[in-house]
């Protein structure tokens, strides 16, 4: 269990895309040192500051393995294996679908992808990241976060799109179970529009942004209980039976269900165990 793991709230109009501020120190203790971590897909895109490196490795069928300083991880699809060297900083967790305001629109390029923060946000980040190395109240951190992302609002000045909002809020109000079509036409837009918003706005399509969304209640679903009855949560997420649930868990996370109970898991706990 991580016992040192802090969440800050942003002001409301950052808080409708950035689910929170955190920090955590289990990856800085000595026994923990040099581990690496299966990390499975947890509906969230961080972004990372730290004065060391994070190296990545998705077992993508490439072997790829990337090691990075202060980085955005986008949404991922697959499993990663990731090992910590040196100090995370502090890190911004947005919501799946709450990057789109603050970059141009290649959501599609982060996917599965750890990308360099200048990268993504332009020179000016390296500012942030700066602040937040020579600052050292947590709170003004989080301040000086919350500054940034509020001008970067303001300065890009990307309409929300009403339409996608609506639909990813009724997908995530529904956990995954809402039938496209059904969606489509409740809203009078074109299955090829929906697609399209999705793709554009988040990076993966509405079916899969579904299966995202089941696979995170799943995945809560065996952390949070003391007794942990598989048959029963695969039912209760509207898997189609026992096989059904097994497929799609080796497919995101390369485990099987009673793979996943058995593998360490702690450094997720605090995302598949809050409200």
């Known amino acids: 269990m991580i016992y040192e793991y802090q969440e800050f709230k942003l002001n409301s109009v950052l808080s409708r895309y950035i689910d929170c501020v955190w920090t955590e120190s289990y990856t800085q203790r000595p026994e923990n040192k040099g581990r690496t971590y299966l990390v499975v ?30 980085h955005l991880s986008g949404l991922k699809t697959i499993a990663q294996d990731v090992k910590v060297d040196g100090e995370m900083n502090l890190s911004v967790r947005f919501k799946p679908h709450g ?62 799109d009403a339409t996608f909002d609506y639909l990813i809020n009724r997908i995530v109000d529904g956990r995954g179970a809402h039938r ?45 209980a003391s007794q942990v009855n598989l048959t029963s949560i695969a039912h209760d997420n509207g898997f189609y039976d026992q096989m059904h649930f097994i497929k799609e868990m080796k497919k995101f996370t390369r485990l099987t269900p009673g793979e996943y109970l058995k593998a360490p898991r702690e450094l997720q706990m605090p995302i598949f165990t809050r409200n």
């Open 99 to 160: 990057l789109y305001p603050f970059i141009k629109p290649r959501l599609q390029e982060t996917i599965n992808q750890s990308i360099p923060i200048e990268d993504l946000f332009g020179k000016d980040i390296l500012e942030l990241e700066s602040q937040l190395f020579e600052t050292h109240c947590l709170l003004d951190r989080v301040r000086h976060i919350e500054t940034y992302f509020l001008k970067r609002l303001l300065t890009l000045n990307r309409q929300a």
């Open 41 to 70: 897909p947890d509906n969230t895109v961080e972004l990372i500051f730290t004065s060391g490196t994070l190296e990545r490795k998705i077992k993508d069928g490439l072997g790829k393995v990337e090691v990075l300083g202060s």
């Open 180 to 224: 496209i079509l059904d969606l489509a036409e409740e809203t009078g837009v074109t299955i090829k529009t929906f697609e399209r918003k999705f793709l554009q706005n988040l990076g993966v399509s509405p079916k899969q942004c579904g299966q995202l969304i089941r696979l995170f209640h799943t995945l809560k679903a065996t952390n949070k």
